[in-house]
């Protein structure tokens, strides 16, 4: 409180303020006082900006309230991100979250394997037919000795015959690789272009065998979750995140996508895209609940319940664009308009030439 009142004086003195202001100013305020002078423009344009400010702020703190009514209503499922195949809670009204069982140990090891190849890539990328240069070789003998202790081991791993002489292929190749790189002391790229080809039909079997488990896995959990719901199902919200490169054919919420049918997307089915795969089930519901409260916004303003899950400003600006490009003799480039409320996948959709699975790429 001594702090807070001090700090308080201080601020009228320099503000130049009440009756400290009669007086002479003894020395020791020299440092910190003065006459400060705002333009009437300026202090008029700060008391319209703090108005925005504001709203932030009684937004955040009505939102506590919105998330809870939101939670005592509905059921919600939150499809998360991880390296362990994903992570899925069910939130029902007056009961504990519920976390469903991980995707079974398989899908990882899997992904562990298939993960130390491309990383070998980030080892010897920035040193191709660079001879010169030695400084990859301490990165590459502490992970070869890694690799060869997960060869060692792979026989005592839960995975099936087939899979696992599939991944000890993978493995024997890589330490191959790594210890002709060792021994010639060069990372040339003729060798670096064939150890890829010589990896890629045994990689996109993990790949396969990976999303098998992982499917099979949440097709499960989600049937058991619907059934639990009973009708309350259809008042059920999911929401999944992803990053750019998880966008196209993102596995969690195309899984959600078939429990939930095509007239729930965008709708009660929603995908929340996120700066980083991870992200913690309270931003994820902060995210959720942003979006429903707002379409209660948009329906009280303006008679449209999912006007604004769209940029507010984004049919203006998309008139304001047209008309720009056309005073620079330009010509515009827009996608096509779509409604208010669009249940199109949240992904791209146009369909086009070149390959669009790993097995195309055959």
């Known amino acids: ?7 308080a004086m201080a601020t009228a003195l320099m503000l130049g303020g009440g009756a400290a202001t009669a007086q002479t100013l003894p020395d020791y305020m020299a440092p910190i006082s003065g006459k400060p002078n705002a333009a009437s423009g300026d202090v008029a344009t700060r008391d319209v900006l703090a108005l925005n400010t504001a709203m932030f702020e009684l937004y955040g ?5 919105f998330q809870k009514n939101i939670l005592d209503k509905h059921p919600v499922i939150l499809g998360l991100f991880s390296g362990a195949g994903g992570r899925l809670i069910l939130y029902r009204p007056g009961r504990p979250p519920l976390d469903a069982p991980q995707v079974p140990v398989v899908y990882q090891l899997l992904k562990s394997i298939g993960h130390s190849t491309m990383a070998l890539a980030a080892i010897v990328g920035p040193y191709v037919d660079n001879p010169d240069n030695k400084s990859w070789r301490g990165a590459m003998l502490a992970f070869r000795s890694r690799m060869q202790s997960a ?12 899979w696992r002489d599939n991944n000890r292929t ?22 670096l272009e064939a150890f890829g080809k010589q990896q890629a039909p045994f ?9 098998q488990t992982q499917v099979a896995h949440w097709m499960g959990v989600l049937a058991d979750w619907k ?26 919420f195309s899984v959600l996508a078939q429990f939930f049918g095509p007239e729930a997307i965008n709708t009660r089915l929603l995908l929340i895209e996120t700066v980083s795969f991870t992200t913690t089930p309270a931003d994820m519901l902060e995210s959720l609940t942003r979006i429903i409260a707002d379409r209660s916004v948009g329906a009280l303003f303006f008679g449209n319940y999912h006007l604004m899950d769209y940029e507010l400003m984004g049919g203006d600006a998309r008139a304001a664009i047209i008309a720009e490009t056309e005073k620079r003799g330009m010509k515009p480039f827009l996608p096509l ?24 790429l055959k």
């Open 151 to 162: 060869l060692d081991s792979l026989d005592a791993t839960p995975m099936q015959a087939d």
């Open 337 to 360: 308009l779509v409604p208010f409320g669009s249940k199109q996948w949240p992904t791209l959709v146009t369909p086009g030439p070149g390959p669009a699975t790993i097995a195309d």
């Open 203 to 211: 990689l996109a079997r993990n790949v396969a065998w990976a999303a």
């Open 227 to 252: 059934a639990q719901l009973g009708p309350d199902w259809e008042k059920t919200y999911a929401a999944s995140n992803t990053i750019y490169v998880t966008r196209q054919n993102n596995v969690i």
């Open 1 to 7: 409180m001594k702090v807070r009142f001090g700090l």
């Open 61 to 65: 703190d009505s939102a506590k309230v």
């Open 170 to 191: 993978i493995l024997k190749n890589n330490i191959a690789f790594m210890d002709e790189c060792l021994a010639s002391g060069a990372i040339p790229f003729a060798k």
